[in-house]
């Protein structure tokens, strides 16, 4: 294995660079009311989300004691559920399990496959340990390490996530390549002296004018392809 003259191994992001996140909670919200249509499903996946980065806020914030995506996710159904009209428990947990069974983005699976041929590959989630077991476990997703931001009791952007990664590699932060779709972690990861790849996804958080990141791809095979995998 050839190391890159500018880093050594690949960080991951994987709740929307790797996997569909929202596609995989309006399939639940489709399941939880089918008869709504697709503006319906729009607005209460959107409440989902408002809900998760208000409490992930309020927890990087330390204005809430730590709470593992799983319960995050369980209280985001809820709310979801309230605002939809139904209150049958079974159909709130498995809105709630929509959150894990998420699917991988076309090219997501043979990519990573192509990068790990080269380079250690290691994901770096906002998602609990027993969420990523079971997202990487429905999308195909297979990693040399992957790390949770549960083992730094916080959530990215929170720079003790990152270094979550520095810790596990051994390595200098600019040793590290993150990789992610949205630019919000990417300036984070940058934040503590990583390097950064920005990577197009039909979801995510795009490049703002003031954004340099080390590397843009339209999509992970592109960055394969700029990183010289076969």
């Known amino acids: 294995m050839t ?3 500018d880093f050594d191994v690949i960080v991951f992001d994987i709740l929307g660079t790797m996997v569909d996140e929202p596609g995989g909670i309006a399939r639940g919200v489709r399941a939880l009311r089918p008869d709504l249509d697709d503006a319906g499903t729009d607005a209460l ?10 409490q992930q806020r309020e927890i990087i914030g330390g204005r809430r004691p730590y709470a593992d995506s799983t319960v995050i996710d369980q209280e985001a159904a809820a709310r979801v559920a309230a605002e939809a009209g139904v209150a049958d428990e079974d159909a709130i947990r498995s809105l709630a399990g929509a959150g894990q069974r998420l699917d991988p983005w076309p090219d997501s699976v043979p990519a990573l496959a192509r990068l790990a041929s080269r380079f250690p590959v290691v994901g770096l989630s906002n998602a609990g ?3 990523l077991t079971r997202i990487n476990a429905h999308s ?3 990693w040399h390490q ?4 549960e083992d730094a009791r916080g959530y990215k952007p929170d720079p003790g996530v990152y270094r979550l990664a520095t810790a596990n590699t051994g390595l200098a932060p600019d040793r590290l390549l993150m990789v992610a779709a949205h630019a919000w972690d ?8 990583l390097r950064t790849a920005y990577v197009e996804r039909p979801v995510g958080d795009p490049p703002g004018d003031g954004d340099s990141f080390d590397l843009t791809a339209t999509s992970l095979d592109h960055l ?3 990183l010289g995998t076969d």
């Open 129 to 131: 340990h027993r969420a």
């Open 146 to 149: 992957v790390l949770s931001a």
């Open 224 to 226: 394969a392809t700029l």
């Open 3 to 5: 190391p890159h003259p």
């Open 45 to 54: 996946v959107r409440t989902w989300y408002r809900h998760v980065d208000e």
């Open 186 to 193: 990417l300036r984070g990861a940058r934040a503590v002296g």
């Open 140 to 142: 195909g997703l297979r």
